[in-house]
């Protein structure tokens, strides 16, 4: 009891700073990805949105699912074009807050897997991207513009 | 006469026929109600210290980091929360002191912790509702209060006052009811501890799935810490009490089985006196139907009134009377809260399974006796 007490009171007298600033992305319950129409809530370490001008979001549980969705945005949304597109969020796989997908790093081939098997994982910069390669054995970093349809044809 | 009208007419006699067996209904009803307080309170004294310990650990750090010297916990120096605070993954790092005080005056075991708040208002403590506190006038012990002064021994044998400046709310009392809160500077009194050197570090991290990495980074870089994973701890914890449940129910084995032999003995043997009135029963036109659902019915009522009364009894014994009976084989060795209430919690899986394993049986036991004795020629039975 005593070492569970401890930790409880660690809690208690600090404030927790999981809670302090969080800039997660947040689904609601039913949020549905358009790709594999798997609800995204359960996964909150892999998810991803898409923000478009009009106010509508679109969440993805993992951000294979999204580029799919980007590169293919006639099959999807067949009303909505590139341009209506606001802004791109994906979750930093260490802080797991919510950072800009257009200029996070991309490690491919490592040994994290997400709810839809092989994924990218995207960090908010080169060097962690670059730990987290030495740790997990991604093969290859790339940028927002480097993935094509060819790549994430070679996830799946 | 209606099938509704049959069956009334037979709960009816069912009640009658348990009406003039007072005195071994009674029996059958109050070791039944005992054996199932028992059993119910194990049960219940489990799940809602494991659900109490739970609820707390879901919001405890992720990982704590021990140091040890020659296979012993030892003190943190400061540098290895810096250290540790860089690895990637690792969102905080929180430096603990915290350690046990032992009051001789009151004999009592106090968890001493430093809360920052209190920094800069040294000479205050935030306590719990269990502190007691020896009054030099009454001579005896009582719980403490905001305003009082409790004397504390440092270890380099100094008398120190500290004021308490507030009671602990009552959230979760098994946890906090011991613990006294004191500033950085009061603890390094209190226990002649080094500066810059802490009991544990409590690291936050927030992916899940990077605890496994970082526990080995720190390993690798700290070869005397032991990282310890808060899964791990439920775990123990979980082990613990399952354990103790177990072994207050090997303990009340003798009286379960005691119970057993009584129940098999009192519902299926069938008395000279009830077969006759079985036999009887069927020489004035009942059917072998009608006998087995009297016998049900008898069955049913017994088990369930003994299963409530037995429920309700073990739900005052442990969420108000404090679970007097086995208090000091459940909640451990660091028993020492005056007064101590868990939060009432009672699921229906728990009451399906005691059902199941105490009304079911004997019910099922107390029909094929009567179901061999129904279908005997009522002749004979008369006759014997």
Sequence with gaps: ?156 | MSLIEKHRNIIDYTLSSLGRRKGKTFAVCLVYSFIIFLLASVVFFTQAIKREADLLLREAPEMTVQRLEAGRQTTVPAAYADGIGRIRGVQSVQKRLWGYYFDSLTGANYTVMVNASLNGREGQAIVGSGVLLRGAAEGESRKIQAGDSLPVKTYRGEALMLKVAGILPFASELETADLIQVSERDYRDIFNAEAGRYTDLALQVRNRKELATIATKIVRQYPDTRPILREDILRTYDAIFDWRGGLSIMTMAGALFAFIILAWDKATGLSAEEKKEIGILKAIGWETGDILQVKFWEGVSVSLTSFSIGIFAAYLHVFVGSSLLFEPVLKGWSVLYPDFRLTPHIDAYQLVSLLFITVLPYTVATIIPSWRSATIDPDSVMRA
């Excluded at chain 1, 070492?3 to 009171?9: G, K, P």
């Excluded at chain 1, 991309?106 to 060097?127: C, H, N, R, T």
């Design chain 1, 1 to 156: 009891m005593r070492i569970l007490q401890v930790f409880i009171l660690a809690i208690m007298l600090s404030a927790s700073p999981a809670l302090a600033g969080d800039q997660r992305i947040h689904a609601a319950e039913g949020d549905k990805c358009p790709v594999c129409g798997m609800f995204v809530a359960k996964y909150p370490d892999f998810l991803a949105q898409v923000v478009f001008t009009d106010g509508s979001v679109a969440f993805f549980d993992g951000t294979k699912d999204m580029f799919k969705f980007l590169l293919d945005l006639p099959r999807y949304v067949p009303s909505k074009k590139a341009a209506d597109i606001d802004k791109i969020q994906v979750t930093d796989y260490y802080s797991m807050n919510a950072i800009d997908g257009r200029t996070a790093w991309y490690v491919v081939d490592s040994d994290v897997y997400g709810p839809m098997g092989k994924e990218l994982i995207p960090f908010g910069s080169e060097a962690e991207a670059k730990e987290f390669m030495t740790d997990h054995g991604g093969k290859r970093l790339l940028r927002f513009d480097d993935i094509a349809p060819e790549l994430i044809g070679t996830l799946d």
